[in-house]
């Protein structure tokens, strides 16, 4: 059964900083591999996704896949305060289905 | 688009009593799931539907946990003689086919068994 865990569980950076986010799972056969943003109070929201081994950038947030280490990991740059939430990675096996295994996630809080 | 409709955001029951919980997908989604989350056991998968027809209900817990999909506009969590084990925000969640597209969750309803 797929696991899947994050670190750290908590996380404080300063305004304009750097944030690293980190993530492993179990299944070599996991497929497809997603970031989560939850704020108090609404529901998941997807951020990004990668399929791919390697790097994916999108604006602020860069992605880093490596299935071969059964690693994911989330890179804040700049990071702002409306950045303060709580992030899941969430892995998909299935390519016929959404269903999502998601960690249990890293509270981010951006310090003005 | 309004989202994924979770109807009602709040729900508090007491114990021993039913509590049955809404969800409208996204309009032209064929795939609908449920989640509860809790502090203690995070984000946890409970079932799954495509096309209306139950896929996977894998996480449901065997007694007194049921969903329905009567139609393609909207889906139900029953839960009969609620324990206060089942407080907890349970979250709905729509997506199209296939792996790597989107699955879209509404804002959840918590649930308070007193």
């Known amino acids: 059964q797929q696991k899947v865990q994050q670190s750290p569980e908590s996380l404080i950076v300063p305004e304009g900083g750097m944030a690293s986010l980190n993530c492993t799972f179990s299944?070599?056969?996991?497929?497809y591999f997603w970031w989560y943003r939850q704020h108090s109070g609404e529901g998941p929201k997807a951020l990004m996704?990668?399929?791919?081994?390697g790097d994916k950038k999108e604006g602020r947030f860069t992605a880093h896949l490596n299935k071969a280490s059964l690693h994911v990991s989330l890179h804040i740059k700049d990071s702002q305060p409306s950045d303060s939430a709580l992030y899941f990675c969430a892995v998909s096996t299935n390519t016929n289905t959404g269903k999502l295994t998601f960690g249990d996630g890293t509270v981010l809080t951006v310090k003005p | 688009n309004a989202g994924v409709i979770q109807t009602p955001r709040h729900k508090v029951t007491g114990k021993g009593q039913e509590a049955t919980l809404w969800c409208e997908p996204i309009?032209?989604?064929?795939?609908v799931f449920w989640y509860r989350q809790t502090i203690v056991q995070g984000l946890e998968f409970l079932t799954y539907f495509r096309n209306q027809a139950p896929i996977d209900d894998s996480g449901m817990p065997k007694e007194r946990f049921s969903a329905q999909m009567p139609n393609q506009s909207h889906s139900t969590l029953k839960i009969q003689s609620t324990q206060p084990q089942d407080s907890a925000v349970y979250l709905c969640?729509?997506?199209?086919?296939?792996?790597?597209?989107?699955?879209?969750f509404g804002k959840g309803t918590r649930l308070t068994v007193v």
């Open positions: 299944d070599r056969n996991s497929q």
């Open positions: 309009s032209g989604h064929s795939a």
């Open positions: 969640a729509s997506s199209s086919e296939g792996g790597n597209t989107e699955v879209f």
């Open positions: 996704s990668i399929f791919s081994n």
